[in-house]
């Protein structure tokens, strides 16, 4: 008899749907639902497609598709089917698409019609068995072959340390790293998640994140589903439609520009925000003044949170107590938070360290990159997040910055060596440096300060001309706002660019 527990994500999920089948899951802009036994039941197929196309357990799914109910359900199918899920953000190019396909060897790769042609290139340049189409209304080649198969499948047999998910961030070496999330990891956070942020019967989730990174698919949907709950499911953010739709939601997460266009919105109000439980933010951080407007407009305090793409969520302000504005709170029940010096010794009376963080969310490592994962974690097993911070007096932990040369704008991460990369590699362009200045809306702006070779022509190189060469290639959130041409870049006695200097000077 095999009494082996199941540690499949998917069975700790829907161990928590609702007992009415029919009570509503996905609630669309049109107004159509989903409901949790249709969800059941279109995992399943997706599932079941899975097997016939051949994806074994472990095998990946890649995916770059827009936000459908037909991208929920392949996540979920490729859980149950023990599949690892591999999202990649919609504005990713040729660049970004051929390394993660050629790195994660995936036995699916599933894109937009758009760029089919471009999908079975760098498929079948990377060994790609299937490739299948998902548009943005949710039909395609894909949702075709699902829609055939049975809606019955039992959920493969998980360990808590298999593989679910792989989601690609970059490093400061410029090579995108998969950060690899187990079974274990993600049902973990999903536990403590949905306790800590006290999630009850009767709320309803306003969803407006991308599904490709962390936020949006392993804590608000994860957290969504756990508790049962109707999610009202829109393609992206919209003033608008979140003025509408407030009224009828209990929860809501967003990065920190989410709640600047809210509060752009001359109609946002205390009224429309008194069915509202909870306001999370994250991605980014949260201007003081942001938090301070926020609270005075909608009469909620919102609640910020720290986390990366390895390990999800670590830190939070509490649910119950008091929510500091311009902190990220305390770490999560089951979750250790050191702040040290550069010899790993802790740092004392308050000051600035790196943040190491250890806890059963914390990812596996990176794919395929065993010495790499070795680096970042220290002997007994706390993993560096290249994050400085410190402790107040009250043990808040508040994010001073960055020790990797990380810009997060809009919510999403970009590395200036990749842009850089490909910015020296111009006609004309001897060296360039690529950092963030500081934005109201999207929290950091991009901006590249490049030097002309001395033999260069003056109209060789212009900002516009590198600004232009940049589309196509690499994602519009890694295009720089702005383009500066100077004579050269600052340097320390290292030789070191002083960017530091270069935000001053052009900030």
């Not at 994660?104 to 758009?114: D, G, I, K, Q, S």
């Not at 550069?342 to 990159?369: C, H, I, S």
């Not at 400085?388 to 991460?413: A, E």
């Amino acid at each position: 008899m095999n009494d082996v527990k199941n540690e499949n994500l998917y069975e700790l999920l829907s161990s928590r749907f609702p007992v009415d089948p029919a009570a509503p899951c996905l609630i669309l802009p049109d107004g159509d639902e989903v409901s949790y036994a249709g969800l059941e039941r279109e995992a399943a197929r997706y599932a079941n497609l899975l097997a016939v196309l051949g994806v074994r357990p472990g095998d990946r799914v890649a995916v770059q598709v827009e936000k459908t109910p037909q991208a929920i359900f392949l996540y979920l199918g490729c859980l149950r089917a023990g599949a690892v899920f591999l999202p990649m953000n919609t504005a990713y190019q040729r660049h970004e698409i051929g390394h993660f396909l050629g790195d994660a060897t995936p036995r699916l790769f599933v894109c937009r019609p758009e760029i089919r042609g471009l999908a079975d290139e760098l498929a079948a340049k990377a060994g790609v068995a299937h490739v299948l189409e998902l548009d943005s209304n949710g039909r395609g080649s894909l949702a075709e072959a699902a829609a055939t198969q049975a809606d019955f499948f039992a959920t493969i047999a998980r360990k808590a340390d298999d593989l679910a998910v792989i989601l690609y961030t970059s490093g400061t070496t410029g090579r995108s790293k998969g950060a690899m999330l187990s079974h274990g990891n993600l049902s973990a956070n999903a536990r403590v998640l949905h306790r800590y942020w006290g999630f009850r019967p009767g709320d309803v989730l306003l969803h407006m994140l991308p599904i490709f990174h962390a936020h949006g698919l392993l804590v608000a949907i994860h957290c969504a589903l756990m508790n049962g709950s109707p999610i009202f499911f829109e393609p992206r953010f919209d003033a608008g439609r979140a003025l509408a739709l407030l009224p009828r939601a209990t929860v809501f997460m967003g990065v920190p520009t989410y709640y600047v266009r809210l509060l752009a919105e001359d109609a946002f109000d205390r009224g429309l925000c008194a069915n509202m439980r909870l306001f999370i933010s994250g991605s980014a951080p949260l201007l003081k003044e942001t938090f301070d407007d926020f609270r005075t407009r909608s009469g909620h305090t919102i609640l910020e949170r720290y986390g990366m793409t390895e390990g999800g969520m670590f830190t939070s302000n509490p649910y119950a107590g008091e929510r500091r504005g311009g902190t990220v709170g305390f770490p999560l029940p089951g979750t250790e938070i050191r702040i040290v010096e550069e010899n790993d010794a802790p740092v004392t009376g308050g000051g600035v360290g790196q943040l190491l963080v250890k806890g059963p969310q914390v990812f596996v490592g990176y794919w395929r990159m065993p010495e790499k994962t070795a680096e970042e974690f220290t002997g007994d097993g706390f993993f560096r997040t290249g994050d400085m911070g410190q402790w107040d007096s009250d043990g808040y932990i508040t994010i001073i910055g960055r020790s990797k040369d990380l810009v997060i704008t809009g919510g999403l991460n970009v590395y200036p060596k990749e842009i850089e990369e490909m910015i020296d590699g111009l006609p004309g362009v001897l060296e360039s440096a690529v950092f963030g200045l500081s934005d109201p809306d999207f929290g950091e702006a991009l901006t590249a300060v490049v030097v002309r070779r001395k033999n260069a022509a003056g109209g060789d190189v212009t900002e516009a001309g590198i600004v232009a060469a940049l589309r196509g290639n690499l994602a519009n959130f890694k295009i720089p706002k702005q383009v500066f041409l100077v004579e050269d870049l600052p340097r320390n006695a290292m030789g070191k660019v002083q960017k530091n200097v270069l935000r001053q000077q052009f900030g």
